[in-house]
């Protein structure tokens, strides 16, 4: 047996099959190594130091590591005309992005509400596209309002949606051939989708604008996923679409939709059209369609670590923040958190009193999780199921990721702590003025199961007050979750929580 086993590894060592550093008679071989690799760097080092300064000398990159290598590219080739959008490019601004946001003239009234919360007409381009004619008084600073082209020409076959699917879909064409200059993306969402503008553009400054590309996410529900498609960017959660994509798709999407009359949505048709021109979809963590009932806390106090692009569906779930409206809470959350720090906007951290016995939990600008015992990370980065499946009999297995159950024990229910208050906080240090955020969490006066463990219960606490320096280049890092620490508060009532990038060697080990 044992000797099998052996056998199996060392077939699969490949390097020991190898025989790269034979005993004794090649000794003299090593020997020659050190002077052959002296020469072979220094005359590297050389060549290095001659073309540097050449492309020194010859332009004054000042613009990164990214565009020096674009510019030395093109120098090598000289006399090059190049169009503009060959050229290296300064990063994707909202400017360079087009909203084409679905809506319909029945819910207009409250839902451009949701749209208010997010759009900014002095600095963004948006057409909302409707079915019918609204009336539009009281609506400065939203986007356009067009209506859509008739669609009554094409087929629609399937037997339980409604055929403003076909409508919907060529949003993306009709925004297209609005003729808007200087285009990068074109994005899509719905009157309830709410966007988080910067962190919108963080994912799409990922990619080049200039090729073919097709972001966004899934459903939360499994089997939507299964009757719709995995590699379907789910529309209510939103998705980008390079311009190029969109002038490509442009060209066929007409012919195309008539191919699906079967298909149910709008989305699913982009998805059939993406398919016909080869164009997988990307998917970014960011991009919530929301297909859930209930809770969001599960979700949103274990954010993967991607940044916060959108949330929709909001009028189907209850309000984020308790005892609010939906429209209030999302208020709370884009007034003031997002402001200060948009990058990390509901990133988990989580850290242990490790006096009291307690696993605390961050998701910064939302809320806190304060639980009884030492939890460990991999737990919970699990959300919680404080939310239905979306087909509301199914269980555990109709979710597309890992959940789990809201506490296994009923002491290990969580104390939640939500934002009331975040601001700057100028505390000059001896050397440098460091600006700090300190957000403010309260606690929720939810029943609690009665618990017989003998340590400190979590209801000592009123307020967590968490510090954090902004982030905003937390993205161009690799994905990584903040570290937190518990610091001693002189306050009896209040938690002191330190928020931040992780130092040499810290983890969350508890
Ligand atoms: C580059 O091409 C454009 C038109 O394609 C032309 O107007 C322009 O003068 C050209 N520039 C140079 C430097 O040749
Ligand atoms: C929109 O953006 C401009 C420019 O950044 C800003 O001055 C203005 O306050 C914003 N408007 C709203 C309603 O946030
Ligand atoms: C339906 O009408 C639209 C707009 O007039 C047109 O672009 C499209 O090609 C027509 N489709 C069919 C199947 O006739
Ligand atoms: C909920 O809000 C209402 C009015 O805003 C307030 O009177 C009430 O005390 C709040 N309830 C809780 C539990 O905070
Ligand atoms: C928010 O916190 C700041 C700083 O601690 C404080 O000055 C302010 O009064 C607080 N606001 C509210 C509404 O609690």
């Known amino acids: 047996m044992k000797d099998s086993e052996n056998l199996i590894w060392d077939q699969l060592r490949i390097p020991s099959a190898i025989p790269f550093a034979p005993s004794s008679s090649s000794s003299s071989h090593f020997k020659t190594i050190p002077k052959f690799l002296f020469c072979f760097i220094l005359f590297l080092s050389l060549i290095y130091l001659l073309y ?17 290598r674009l510019l030395s590219s093109r120098a090598a080739v000289p006399n090059l005309n190049v169009s503009e959008s060959q050229q290296p490019q300064k990063p994707t601004e909202l ?10 003239s029945k819910l207009w009234e409250h839902r451009k509400k949701y749209i208010k919360l997010w759009y900014n007409s002095t600095k963004m381009r948006g057409v909302v596209w409707l079915d019918d004619h609204v009336e539009t008084h009281n609506d400065d600073g939203l986007p356009l309002v067009k209506i859509s082209g008739d669609t009554s020409n094409f087929s629609y076959t399937h037997p339980l949606n409604h055929r403003a699917g076909i409508r919907i879909s060529r949003i993306v064409s009709e925004t297209l051939r609005l003729g808007m200059k200087d285009v990068r993306w074109f994005v899509m969402g719905d009157d309830d989708t709410v966007f988080f503008t910067d962190n919108l553009l963080r994912v ?9 590309y097709y972001i966004g996410g899934s459903s939360e529900s499994h089997m939507q996923n299964i009757y719709l498609s995995y590699s379907m960017a789910f529309g209510g959660g939103g998705f980008a679409i390079s311009y190029p994509l969109a002038k ?58 991607s940044p916060l692009v959108t949330m ?43 006096a009291r016995s307690w696993t605390v939990s961050v998701s ?6 304060i639980f009884r015992g030492l939890l ?59 600006v700090i955020i300190v ?44 570290c937190c620490r518990v610091k001693e508060s002189p306050e009896i009532g209040i938690l002191l929580v330190d928020v931040g990038v992780c130092e040499e060697g810290e983890v969350s080990e508890f």
């Open 95 to 104: 400017r360079h992005v087009v909203f084409g946001i679905a809506a319909s």
């Open 376 to 434: 460990p990370p991999r737990e919970m980065e699990t959300p919680s199921r404080t939310f239905l499946n979306w087909h509301k009999k199914a269980d555990f297995t109709g979710f597309p990721f890992n959940t789990r159950p809201v506490a296994r024990n009923p002491c290990q229910k969580p104390f939640v702590f939500y934002l009331s208050n975040s601001t700057w906080l100028n505390s000059m240090t001896q050397l440098s003025k460091q």
């Open 439 to 482: 957000s403010e969490y309260q606690r929720h006066r939810a029943p609690h199961p009665e618990c017989r463990w003998k340590m400190t219960p979590p209801s000592t606490i009123d307020i967590v007050k968490v510090y954090k320096k902004p982030d905003p280049h937390l993205w161009d890092r690799a994905p990584r979750r903040n």
């Open 204 to 212: 799409l400054r990922k990619y080049d604008h200039n090729q073919f």
């Open 248 to 305: 490509a798709l442009d060209k066929i999407q007409d012919h195309c939709i008539q191919r699906y009359p079967a298909l149910y949505g709008s989305d699913d048709r982009i998805q059939a059209c993406m398919a016909e021109l080869g164009v997988p979809l990307t998917k970014e963590l960011g991009f919530h369609q929301f297909d859930v009932h209930g809770n969001l806390l599960g979700l949103l106090a274990a954010h993967p670590v």
């Open 364 to 369: 910064w600008g939302f809320a806190i999780l």
């Open 312 to 354: 929709h569906h909001l009028d189907l779930v209850e309000p984020i923040f308790p005892n609010v409206t939906q429209i209030q809470a999302l208020e709370r959350l884009m007034t003031t958190p997002m402001k200060l720090d948009s990058a990390s906007l509901m990133q988990q951290s989580i850290c242990y009193d490790k």
């Open 52 to 68: 540097s300064f050449k492309l020194l000398s010859s332009r004054d990159c000042h613009e990164g590591p990214f565009s020096t």
